[in-house]
């Protein structure tokens, strides 16, 4: 398969290149990274980039930023980054790529266990990964030509414990190496509408 | 206790208080119906709603839009619809209104079954409802003051089934008086981050 990763630079996307590289030819896109380089908060822009790309298989996004801090201090803006950008910069990919992945191609977008397990300071992340979880057992039902969408959910990874694992005391760090794995399973898998939890 | 209702004079709103009236004293709020009118879009607008009120144990919200159409045909704006009102609407009045309620007060949002069991032409509610359920969840922790916060998630109504019911063949409406028991339970109870599924 031809496997368009957005977000290859990241510790995760590094991780799913590896893992299907053997197997498969890998496009990588990113913001300020990679062979294409995309905004995916611009619609037009991630249109391009399929029209660029050309023939597709599988789409996976491991690219997405959401603001972390207190509730008591939470506003409408900080909240927005969220749902703007690992949010809607996914779903922009799911929405322009319909048109252009090949007959039987999926998409693999990446949401996390605190849609199901909250923390503190994290709620901006909490309801954007309930509603990117959501999305897909939506989208999967109504998706042309055979198309597959999953998402995987990872928790904390042990490549960011340094940077995150004061919000994840008591959590069990996962090697990117084993997340990688469950976005193989979507994409060499048959299934859709699931969620691949990796926690 | 004194309730603020928003969406008061919707199917919901108006059996919501019904359910609560004869105990308690019920405060009606909407866009464009009500003792008070407030654009829950704009959390500016919002904060001066609760200053405006004055003591407050208990916010109901049952305001909220989302587009519905088919996959094929959505775009991101469309999408920015429901983001921007049933999600940030309800989430403006948490944010602005966790500094305003008594302590031990509650706030109940309304989700819906469509964030679990998708149909076709909804992604968009699929979502927000499922953003909506995590939020929930990831509040519940974090609010201050023995406050707490719960969803409600009807199905299709029996009063929407002439408007709706061509999108929920085959789903059994619940009565509006049936979904009002939910938030007579999330108010009057004691649990907090709960999602009361009526379906």
Redesign the interface.
Known sequence: MRILIVGASGTVGQAVTSALSSQHEIVKAGRSHGEFRVDILD?GKVRSLFKEVGTIDAVVCTAGNVHFG???T???EK??IG?QDK??GQ??LV?AG?TYLTDGGSFTLTTGS???I??????S???????????V????????RGLRINAVSPTILQESMDAFGHYFHGYEPVPASRVALAYVRSIEGAQT?EVYKVW
């Open positions: 619609i207190p509730l008591a939470m506003s409408a909240l927005w749902l949010l809607m779903i922009n929405l319909q605190l849609s199901q909250p923390i503190r300071e994290a709620s992340a909490s309801m954007v990964d309930g509603a990117l979880e959501s999305f057992r939506a989208a999967a039902i109504e998706l042309p509408g």
